[in-house]
T-cell receptor, first 110, second 114 residues
Framework: QKEVEQNSGPLSVPEGAIASLNCTYS??????FFWYRQYSGKSPELIMF????GDKEDGRFTAQLNKASQYVSLLIRDSQPSDSATYLC??????????FGTGTRLTIIP | EPEVTQTPSHQVTQMGQEVILRCVPISNHLYFYWYRQILGQKVEFLVS????????KSEIFDDQFSVERPDGSNFTLKIRSTKLEDSAMYFC????????????FGAGSRLTVL
């Protein structure tokens, strides 16, 4: 099974602080990793993807990948109330389907 | 910005009835997908479609399900005889043929089976 594991939360973070979301995966053949944000009742929307070990930054978001530890994370700096959502981690290997984790519910407290 | 369009946004049906969910993928995308999400659960893969045929399907995608690309723009999911447990949000997604495996999702079709 090519599983993706996430802590379901909820994770509560004060406004302006850093939110840290974590994800582990079981298949060492996984090549690319994705973070999607999903607001309640809405569809997943891509935040960013990463496929090389290390950090990748995009605005307030930083994705971190450690293939040796089979671990990927998302940091959200200067958290805003609008960041309150469920964050979905997903993986794929080549042209395979995207496999999602269960998601972590994040609440930013004003 | 290009988007994936899904219709209907919400459909209510009686158990045993056939349902067709429609999707218009982004025009230059070549891979198409259906995912579903039961309320409170994770987004689950159903089927992928490329070059006019199914490229991969999950255990969920049994004989009650079928997909079709009837013309150059639409991509449909048919459920032949709906069950209560088919109640879910169904998401269509598409991606380009090359580059990162980035899926763009439609807004979803909520199916309620009574």
């Amino acid at each position: 099974q090519k599983e993706v594991e996430q802590n379901s939360g909820p994770l509560s973070v004060p406004e302006g602080a850093i939110a840290s979301l974590n994800c582990t995966y079981s298949d060492r053949g996984s090549q690319s990793f994705f973070w999607y944000r999903q607001y309640s009742g809405k569809s997943p929307e891509l935040i960013m993807f990463i496929y090389s070990n290390g950090d990748k930054e995009d605005g307030r978001f930083t994705a971190q990948l450690n293939k040796a530890s089979q671990y990927v994370s998302l940091l959200i700096r200067d958290s805003q109330p609008s960041d309150s959502a469920t964050y979905l981690c997903a993986r794929t290997g080549g042209n395979e389907k995207l496999t999602f984790g269960t998601g972590t519910r994040l609440t930013i407290i004003p | 910005e290009p988007e994936v369009t899904q219709t209907p946004s919400h459909q209510v049906t009686q158990m045993g009835q056939e349902v067709i969910l429609r999707c218009v993928p982004i025009s230059n995308h070549l891979y198409f997908y259906w995912y579903r999400q039961i309320l409170g659960q994770k987004v689950e893969f159903l089927v992928s479609f490329y070059n006019n045929e199914i490229s991969e399907k999950s255990e969920i995608f049994d004989d009650q399900f079928s997909v079709e690309r009837p013309d150059g723009s639409n991509f449909t999911l048919k459920i032949r005889s709906t069950k209560l447990e088919d109640s879910a949000m169904y998401f269509c997604a598409s991606r380009e043929a090359s580059g990162a495996n980035v899926l763009t999702f439609g807004a979803g079709s909520r199916l309620t089976v009574l």
